[in-house]
């Protein structure tokens, strides 16, 4: 009795979430509303990559040049900076650091006009840092960094996909 309870119990707890519309973050590998995009991003380093990664999960066409294609993506100001937080009040040495992603953006239809007004996406997160664990606190930096440029990425797509 108690095992068909909890079979139950689980199953109706499944269908409920799904059927609200939830799903796990980094899931939302759903189509986009274009099949195929040129990106207009010279100097981008950081998140050109990860864009390029994301469209082409999406079956998104990525094309050399801007003509015959459904959106123009114009990306410029990408910056990533560290600044120091907060320092150890006893030593002076620094326990914790902010770090920026910032890049701007337009979206632009085949023919160059603009689908709206040029967009920002601006990040800050916080990284606590112990000059004990230097090696492994650089490599959770690069994590966090990863992770900024991924929901930068992802909010792109939205925006993409939210201009029609």
């Known amino acids: 009795m108690m095992k068909l309870f909890k079979t139950s119990f689980f199953l109706i707890l499944i269908l409920s979430l799904t059927g609200c519309g939830y799903h796990l973050r980094g899931?939302?590998?759903?189509?986009?509303?274009?099949?195929?995009?040129?990106?207009?991003?010279?100097?981008?380093?950081?998140?050109?990559?990860?864009?390029?990664?994301?469209?082409?999960?999406?079956?998104?066409?990525?094309?050399?040049?801007?003509?015959?294609?459904?959106?123009?993506?114009?990306?410029?100001?990408e910056n990533y900076t560290r600044r120091v937080l907060s320092v150890d009040e006893n030593t002076g040495k620094v326990t914790e650091y902010e770090l920026e992603?910032?890049?701007?953006?337009e979206i632009l239809t085949s023919d160059g006009s603009s689908l709206a007004e040029p967009q920002e996406i601006f990040l800050i997160r916080a990284v606590t840092f112990d000059p004990n664990a230097a090696l492994s606190k650089f490599d959770e930096e690069i994590l966090v960094?990863?992770?900024?440029?991924?929901?930068?990425?992802?909010?792109i797509l939205l925006r993409i996909q939210v201009l029609k």
């Not at 995009?37 to 380093?45: E, G, M, R």
């Not at 960094?145 to 909010?155: F, L, Q």
Request: proline share 3%.
């Open 101 to 105: 992603y910032h890049i701007s953006l």
């Open 27 to 77: 899931s939302g590998t759903g189509k986009l509303n274009v099949s195929s995009i040129y990106l207009d991003a010279q100097n981008i380093p950081l998140i050109k990559r990860e864009l390029s990664d994301q469209l082409a999960i999406r079956d998104v066409t990525i094309s050399p040049s801007n003509e015959n294609v459904d959106r123009i993506l114009k990306l410029y100001n």
């Open 145 to 155: 960094r990863d992770d900024m440029i991924r929901s930068a990425a992802n909010s």
